[in-house]
């Protein structure tokens, strides 16, 4: 008798525990939105978080940082070696190699110069490349994460001006009120 009963009492358990478990796989199966998807999308193409986060306006704004950029630090680099061929040319004591495109332009000064301001702005705009590529998946990260947030309809500040009586100085003293309004405006029903 006590083995049939704990034979009853096992299967029973068995059977409430799949139903929980199908119960569980049924609401672990809603597609939910993934943070760590979106930041591994970024990070593979710029722009594919925001996708991924259906925040398409934000894709032209991550190619033009990103871009532009880029861009610049390659203009940069593209000057920086054109005046240190110069400068190397002038300095090798190769009569074979002349600088004949800043000969009478540029001091050896000058062009030590125009190396090292060329060198920092190319350095910097690296920097600001990789800023930017950053900042895009940060984006998409936090993106991800607000995706349910809910934005109620009235999010609001009111800033009044107020008197208030001071009655250890017997006096008026003007203040402000700022009141900040949090939440769904109530549904207003029409009789």
Same mark, same amino acid.
């Given at each position: 008798?006590?083995?049939?009963?704990?034979?009853?009492?096992?299967?029973?358990?068995?059977?409430?525990?799949?139903?929980?478990?199908?119960?569980?796989?049924?609401?672990?199966?809603?597609?939910?939105?993934?943070?760590?998807?979106?930041?591994?999308?970024?990070?593979?193409?710029?722009?594919?978080?925001?996708?991924?986060?259906?925040?398409?306006?934000?894709?032209?704004? !991550?190619?033009?940082?990103?871009?532009?950029?880029?861009?610049?630090?390659?203009?940069?680099?593209?000057?920086?070696?054109?005046?240190?061929?110069?400068?190397?040319?002038?300095?090798?004591?190769?009569?074979?190699?002349? +600088?004949?495109?800043?000969?009478? !332009?540029?001091?050896?000064?000058?062009?030590?110069?125009?190396? +090292?301001?060329?060198?920092?702005?190319?350095?910097?705009?690296?920097?600001?490349? !990789?800023?930017?590529?950053?900042?895009?998946?940060? +984006?998409?990260?936090? +993106?991800?994460?607000?995706?349910?947030?809910? !934005?109620?309809?009235?999010?609001?500040?009111?800033?009044?001006?107020?008197?208030?009586?001071?009655?250890?100085?017997?006096?008026?003293?003007?203040?402000?009120?700022?009141?900040?309004?949090?939440?769904?405006?109530?549904?207003?029903?029409?009789?």
């Amino acid at each position: 008798m006590m083995k049939r009963l704990l034979l009853a009492a096992i299967l029973s358990l068995m059977i409430f525990s799949s139903q929980a478990q199908s119960d569980t796989t049924y609401i672990d199966s809603v597609p939910r939105h993934s943070p760590t998807k979106a930041t591994l999308l970024s990070l593979a193409l710029p722009g594919a978080g925001q996708a991924y986060n259906k925040k398409y306006w934000k894709i032209p704004i !991550v190619y033009a940082a990103i871009g532009s950029a880029f861009y610049f630090a390659r203009e940069q680099d593209k000057s920086f070696n054109e005046f240190k061929d110069a400068y190397v040319a002038r300095v090798d004591d190769d009569p074979n190699t002349v +600088d004949d495109k800043y000969q009478n !332009v540029y001091s050896d000064e000058n062009l030590l110069s125009l190396i +090292d301001y060329h060198r920092e702005n190319r350095d910097l705009l690296y920097v600001l490349t !990789v800023v930017a590529y950053v900042l895009n998946v940060v +984006d998409a990260a936090v +993106d991800a994460h607000l995706y349910y947030f809910d !934005v109620s309809d009235d999010l609001s500040a009111n800033l009044r001006p107020n008197i208030q009586f001071e009655p250890m100085q017997n006096q008026l003293i003007p203040s402000l009120t700022l009141s900040l309004k949090f939440g769904k405006k109530p549904r207003q029903t029409y009789y």
